[in-house]
C-alpha cells in the first residue's frame, strides 16, 4: 500500500508533471545561455531529490521479462551481473532450454561459487519429441527453484524460460506463484520467458515487455551467431 | 538481398506457417498418445531444420535496444556476456550515465583484458547543469567508440546510451550511422537507450523496443536497490 504523502509534501504525480515541463535538457532546452540552462536543470535536479526522497522501501521484487523480442535472457542475465557485482550470490534455473551450449554459461564460471546455474531440459519440445521426459525435468528444475527461493543465501534467483514451460502446461501458475511468494522479503526473482500468464504480470513489481521491432535477419539469410543467438 | 530459394523449397513464409500450425507442443498439442506426438513434433523439428538451413550467413549485426522499459543496457550487457564466453572480445563505451556507481563494471572486472569499459559522462543532465561539458564529454566518448569501431580486435562495441546523446542533440545520427557503417564486417554493435532516431531503426539489423506493462515501484514507495537499478 502506498504511504500517504508529507502534508503540504507535491505528489508523485506533480512532480511527474514538473519533471515533464522541465524536460531532460542537452539542447533539447530552449535557453541559449549557460546560467538559464543551469537554473532550469537546477529545478529538475530539486524534482528528481524530491522522486528519489519518496522511495525509501526495500523489499525483494518480482521482475517478468517476457514478449516476443530478443533480449529478454539477456536482460535477467545482465541482473545477475551487476547483482554479482555487489558481491552477492545468484542462482539461476533454467527451465526450457535449446541443445546450443550457451555462451553465458561458459562466460559465468569466472564467478565461481557467487553464481549457482543449473540447466534442466534437453531441448525444445521438438528435439525431445516427449512430454514426460520435459514434464519430468521441468518438476526437477522446480525443486530446485525452489530450494533456492526458500533458502535466504542468494540475493537473485532466475528462472529463466519458466513461463515457457507454464505455457506449455508443464507448471501451474498458481505453484509458482505459491513458490515466489513465500520466498524471504529480501530476495528478488526474475521470470523469463515468452507468454508470461496474466496472473504472474498481476503479482509482478516489473514487467518488461520486449517487442520485436524490426528483425530482418531472416529475410537477409543471416545464421545464429556466437554471442547473439548462443 | 534476399537469395532466391533453392527450386520447389518451401518459401520462409510456407514455412512459418506450417511451424504455427503445428504449434510449439507440450500440452498444448492435441495428441493424447505419445505415438501421434511424435510424430507432430517430427514434423515441426524437420520446419525448424529447413528455417535454420535457411541462414547461412554471418555478418556482423547493428542491434538496438531501445524504449521505455527496463532491460536495454541489461540485454546489451548480457549479449557482452555471452560474446566474452565465445573467447572473443568486448568493448563497451558509456554516452551517458548516472551518478551511481555502476554494479557491472565491478562484476566485470573479472574479464580482464577480454573487455574493455570506458564509462564518459558525469552524471544526468540535472546533475551536470552544463551543455559544453555533456558535449565535449560526449564528443570523447565518440572518439573512444570510432577507435573500436574500426579496429576489428572486438568482436562486440556496445554503445551505451548513445541513443540519448543523440536525443540531446550531443550527437548527430549521420555521424553515427557513418560510424558504424565503416566497421569490419563481422563486428557486431549494440545502441541503448531510450528514442533510438528512426534513421538508426531503419538500418539495424534487429531493433528490440522494451515496453514498460507494470512498474508499481513508485506506487508502492520502493527505493532504488544494488543489483536492480545500479
Known amino acids: 500500500m502506498t504511504?500517504?504523502?508529507?502534508?503540504?509534501s507535491p505528489s508523485s504525480t506533480?512532480?511527474?508533471?514538473?519533471?515533464?515541463?522541465?524536460?531532460?535538457?542537452?539542447?533539447?532546452?530552449?535557453e541559449t545561455d549557460q546560467q538559464?540552462?543551469?537554473?532550469?536543470?537546477?529545478r529538475r535536479q530539486d524534482i528528481q531529490r524530491q522522486r528519489v526522497g519518496e522511495r525509501d522501501k526495500e523489499k525483494g521484487l518480482i521482475l517478468v521479462f517476457t514478449g516476443h523480442g530478443k533480449g529478454k535472457t539477456t536482460a535477467a542475465l545482465g541482473l545477475a551481473l551487476r547483482t554479482l557485482g555487489h558481491g552477492e550470490h545468484v542462482?539461476?534455473?533454467q527451465f526450457i532450454k535449446g541443445s546450443w551450449q550457451p555462451g553465458e554459461a561458459k562466460a559465468l564460471k569466472v564467478f565461481g561459487d557467487a553464481l549457482s546455474w543449473h540447466a534442466f531440459g534437453e531441448g525444445f519440445t521438438w528435439t525431445t519429441q516427449d512430454r514426460e521426459r520435459d514434464q519430468q525435468l521441468v518438476s526437477k528444475a522446480w525443486q530446485?527453484?525452489?530450494?533456492?527461493?526458500?533458502?535466504?543465501t542468494h540475493k537473485l534467483v532466475v528462472l529463466d524460460e519458466v513461463n515457457v514451460a507454464m505455457k506449455l502446461g508443464y507448471l501451474k501458475v498458481e505453484e509458482v506463484l505459491g513458490g515466489i511468494t513465500e520466498r524471504p522479503p529480501l530476495t528478488h526473482v526474475a521470470l523469463t520467458g515468452r507468454g508470461?500468464?496474466?496472473?504472474?504480470?498481476?503479482?509482478?513489481?516489473?514487467?518488461?515487455?520486449?517487442?520485436?521491432?524490426?528483425?530482418?535477419?531472416?529475410?537477409?539469410?543471416?545464421?545464429?551467431?556466437?554471442?547473439?543467438?548462443f
Open 36 to 42: 538559464s540552462y543551469r537554473k532550469r536543470m537546477q
Open 196 to 229: 508470461a500468464p496474466k496472473e504472474l504480470i498481476e503479482r509482478a513489481d516489473l514487467v518488461t515487455e520486449m517487442t520485436l521491432v524490426h528483425h530482418p535477419f531472416k529475410e537477409q539469410g543471416v545464421k545464429a551467431q556466437a554471442g547473439i543467438e
Open 144 to 152: 530446485q527453484a525452489l530450494i533456492y527461493l526458500h533458502s535466504n
Open 14 to 30: 506533480e512532480l511527474d508533471h514538473s519533471a515533464e515541463v522541465l524536460g531532460i535538457g542537452g539542447h533539447l532546452a530552449p
Open 91 to 93: 542462482a539461476v534455473v
Open 3 to 8: 504511504n500517504p504523502p508529507a502534508p503540504h
